[in-house]
Structures are given as structure tokens and as C-alpha cells.
């Protein structure tokens, strides 16, 4: 592929297909559409409730029937997909994440007021892991040393994920890295007659300092100590990113994830380079707060900013990403 077949110049110019708007589009190899977009969207307790996150200008949290609203918004704007999280009351929170598996928890009316709302018109993605609901802020059960262990967590990951999919969930999102979870939870859903709910790995999730904003956006951060890395992949490793993605194929994931987004691009391109599986990113927290701080400080355009690095998604191999700014994206993309 390397360029000995090009002709020499002047009798090859690239600038020539890029001398107008028509032949820049003609040739254009990467589309971005609202299609390809999935919002994350945070839950909170009440009615007519809108809390905006102070580090993530320009998200709130919504109560569930604002939730409700955005789904008929996502709708209207061809968004196929929402992600959601829940700000879990401190009251409800316990060491072993029981509110996880209430059916009637935040996230389980949320998935219901969509579906009351919007039919099957938009796909509904559910978080399974243990943070929103632990006191502690870990995505696991932790031990008497303060270890997050993993067969006993996958227990409880595999009864929150049936509670989710029993609420209406098409897709379930396992992030919180325990081994073995996805087969575990393949089985459970199987086993449960869920047969067509999807599960969309977070294969290769990063002990990331990009993750600040959303842990305040559910209320973990003040909770949390210490970190994650005893789960959560190390950011100088690739090759064992491609191992997590192996597995999860394995034990039957639809989809994978690779999170954060733009600082792991590479991993994404390995990923889709490796497997004949749709790969999808989180353009995390952290970096939409950045975006928005570049505005702010004058760095750049919102509007060519979130579009260049959307696209960058794209490029990489993405079917798909999980981002905040997909409203605004969606409607620029259709204006
Ligand atoms: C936790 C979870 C996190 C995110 C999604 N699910 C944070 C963490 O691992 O601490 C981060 C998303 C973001 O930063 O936007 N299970």
C-alpha cells in the first residue's frame, strides 16, 4: 500500500480531489451519523428534577421523568441508544450494593419510563457493576484487606444484570472488569430466557484519571479510596487489552468497549484490526470536561472539536460511541 504505485508529481497531486467541498465529500472515507452515537445519561431520585453536574458543564442529572423526556428527544434526533447511570441516595448505598438488585431501583423505573415512553424506537444500555451502589465507591464486594474480589462480585454482577434485563434493558454493560463475568452473565440471561438482550463488554476499561466527573455525576467520588488498578487494565498495556477482548468474545459478548476513548485509540484500532466484532468507545467524562474547558478558555469551536474527535472515533474502527455530547453532535449532524 505504500506509495510506489503513485505517480510521481506533478502527475500525482493529491490536493487535486481536495480543491472543493463537492470532491471533498465524494471522497470522504469515514461518515459519522446520529446513528452512531449512544448518550449517557445520569438518574436521580424526585420528579421534575434537573441537578447540573458543576464538573461536567452542560449535564444534569434527571429525575426519571426527565429521563423519559431525553428518550423522546434521543428519538427525535435518530440517537439509537441510551447509557444509564443512576445518583444513588447515600441512604440506599451499603458495603454489599444491595440496591443493585432491587427491581425497583432508579435505574429499573428509568429503563420502564423509556420503554413507557418511547416503545422499542431506541435502545436502552444498563450499567452492570457495583459502584453507584456501594458505600465505599469500589465495583465489587471488598474484603477485610480492602481487596475487591471476583467470584463473589460476579455473583451479585450476574443477579444485578437479570434484575436490569428483567426491567426492559436490550443492552447490559458489565464495566467493572471482574474476570469471568461475561459468560457468567451469558449463561444467567440464557438461562432466564433473555435470550436476545445484548451484552456490550467493557473489555478493555483503563485505571483512568479521566473517570473524575463521572464519579461525582453518581456520587462516588467523595466515597471512594484508593483506586481501582487492582481490576481496572493498566494504561501502558495494549497486548493485554486484545487478551480481555479474546475472552469476552469467548464467553459471548456481542460487543466490546474500549474506554477511555481518545487517549486509547490505538487499542481500538488493534481491536478492530484482531476481531471480526463491533467495537465501541466511551469518550469518558474527563474528556468532555476538557473539551468544554478548551472551549471555555477559548482553545477552540465546540462545534469542530467534538466533530473532529467523533469522526477520530470513526476513523479508528468504532460502530459506535458513547458520548455526551451526542445531543449537540446529533443535531449538527442533521442540521
Ligand atoms: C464504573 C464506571 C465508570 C465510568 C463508567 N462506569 C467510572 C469508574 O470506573 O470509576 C466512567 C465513565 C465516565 O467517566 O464518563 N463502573
Not at 447509557?83 to 435505574?107: G, K, V, W
Not at 465489587?140 to 467470584?151: R, S
Request: aromatic share 6%; proline share 5%; net charge negative.
Amino acid at each position: 500500500m505504500t506509495g510506489s504505485y503513485l505517480a510521481p508529481y506533478p502527475l500525482g497531486r493529491l490536493r487535486r480531489t481536495r480543491s472543493t467541498a463537492w470532491s471533498r465529500a465524494l471522497h470522504r472515507e469515514t461518515v459519522l451519523t446520529p446513528g452512531n452515537l449512544i448518550w449517557p445519561l445520569f438518574v436521580c431520585e424526585g420528579s421534575g428534577e434537573e441537578q447540573p453536574i458543576a464538573s461536567l458543564p452542560g449535564v444534569s442529572r434527571w429525575s426519571v421523568d426527565g429521563i423519559a423526556a431525553r428518550a423522546r428527544e434521543a428519538v427525535s434526533l435518530g440517537i439509537p441508544c441510551l447509557a444509564l447511570f443512576p445518583h444513588t441516595p447515600a441512604d440506599l448505598r451499603s458495603a454489599d450494593a444491595r440496591e443493585a438488585l432491587n427491581p425497583d431501583n432508579l435505574i429499573c423505573r428509568a429503563v420502564k419510563a423509556i420503554r413507557d415512553a418511547c416503545g422499542s424506537d431506541i435502545g436502552v444500555l444498563t450499567d452492570v457493576a457495583l459502584d453507584p451502589y456501594t458505600s465505599h465507591g469500589q465495583d465489587g464486594l471488598v474484603d477485610a484487606q480492602g481487596y475487591v474480589v471476583n467470584d463473589g462480585t460476579v455473583e451479585l454482577l450476574v443477579e444485578q444484570a437479570l434484575v436490569q434485563a428483567g426491567a426492559g434493558a436490550d443492552i447490559v454493560a458489565p464495566s467493572d472488569m471482574m474476570d469471568g463475568r461475561i459468560g457468567a452473565i451469558r449463561r444467567a440471561l440464557e438461562g432466564a430466557g433473555h435470550v436476545n438482550v445484548q451484552i456490550m463488554s467493557y473489555a478493555a476499561k483503563y485505571a483512568s484519571a479521566f473517570y473524575g466527573p463521572f464519579r461525582d455525576a453518581v456520587g462516588s467520588r467523595g466515597l471512594l479510596k484508593g483506586d481501582k488498578k487492582s481490576y481496572q487494565m493498566d494504561p501502558a498495556n495494549g497486548e493485554e487489552a486484545l487478551r480481555e477482548v479474546a475472552l469476552d468474545i469467548a464467553e459471548g459478548a456481542d460487543s466490546v468497549m474500549v474506554k477511555p476513548g481518545l487517549p486509547y485509540l490505538d487499542i481500538v484500532r488493534r481491536v478492530k484490526d484482531r476481531f471480526d466484532v463491533p467495537v465501541f468507545a466511551y469518550q469518558v467524562s474527563g474528556e468532555y470536561a476538557m473539551i468544554e474547558a478548551g472551549v471555555a478558555a477559548g482553545a477552540g469551536e465546540r462545534e469542530a472539536l467534538v466533530l473532529e474527535t467523533l469522526t477520530a472515533f470513526r476513523r479508528a474502527g468504532c460502530s459506535g460511541v458513547l458520548t455526551y455530547h451526542a445531543p449537540f453532535a446529533a443535531r449538527l449532524l442533521s442540521a
